[in-house]
Antibody, heavy 123, light 108 residues
Framework: EVQLVESGGGLVQPGGSLRLSCAAS????????MSWVRQAPGKGLEWVSG????????NYADSVKGRFTISRDNSKNTLYLHLNSLRAEDTAVYYC????????????????WGQGTLVTVSS | EIVLTQSPGTLSLSPGERATLSCRAS???????LAWYQQKPGQAPRLLIY???SRATGIPDRFTGSGSGTDFTLTISRLEPEDFAVYYC?????????FGQGTKVEIK
């Protein structure tokens, strides 16, 4: 059974940093691209960042480029998102999501999602 | 960035009725790289349709995706009680993926 479990969310002050983790199980992690998608309270979905299965290719939404860094440790079956220079508008539930297709260079569509971790940016 | 506009914002229907949801893109979506997701309160999204018209694993055949270019449609042929939720379209034909703002299907 595929499982994605996010952790690391919490309350952080504007300008602060946080690291989110997503522990994956039930599939060959290194074979699948992954993404982070966020959802502000009461709002819609926003793609944040994606990474290839090897970790060699990454891309970011303009809203987070230069502030957030996506990475993965395939030996630990874990996806990460490093959040720096946080702003109030980064407040959201952050989901990790597994690409549906195997060995794709970029994540495209997502067949499994975690339950999300809430990041609140407030003083 | 490709902007996706979903309409209507809210659809009020009764169980057994047909639901038609629209997703319009600001630029053509290459290779019909468009997906539809369903999200219920407090839950993660669930993939329904990918490639504009292919049903994801385990999705009932009352869900149908169609369209190409800039105009896409999700049709639910006969609404079941569990279908009342918010639906999002997503394009992944460009490096910057984007989602629509969502259509809420509510019980009339």
């Amino acid at each position: 059974e595929v499982q994605l479990v996010e952790s690391g969310g919490g309350l952080v002050q504007p300008g602060g940093s946080l690291r989110l983790s997503c522990a994956a199980s039930g599939f060959t992690f290194r074979s699948f691209a992954m993404s982070w998608v966020r959802q502000a309270p009461g709002k819609g979905l926003e793609w944040v960042s994606g990474i290839s299965g090897s970790g060699g290719s990454t891309n970011y939404a303009d809203s987070v480029k230069g502030r957030f860094t996506i990475s993965r440790d395939n030996s630990k079956n874990t996806l990460y998102l490093h959040l720096n220079s946080l702003r109030a508008e980064d407040t959201a539930v952050y989901y990790c999501a597994k690409d549906r297709g195997v060995f794709r260079s970029y994540p495209l569509d997502y067949d499994y999602w975690g339950q999300g971790t809430l990041v609140t940016v407030s003083s | 960035e490709i902007v996706l506009t979903q309409s209507p914002g809210t659809l009020s229907l009764s169980p057994g009725e047909r639901a038609t949801l629209s997703c319009r893109a600001s630029h053509s979506v290459s290779s019909s790289y468009l997906a539809w997701y369903q999200q219920k309160p407090g839950q993660a999204p669930r993939l329904l349709i990918y490639g504009a018209s292919s049903r994801a694993t385990g999705i009932p055949d009352r869900f149908t995706g169609s369209g190409s270019g800039t105009d896409f449609t999700l049709t639910i042929s006969r609404l079941e009680p569990e279908d009342f939720a918010v639906y999002y379209c997503q394009q992944y034909g460009s490096a910057r993926q984007t989602f629509g703002q969502g259509t809420k299907v509510e019980i009339k």
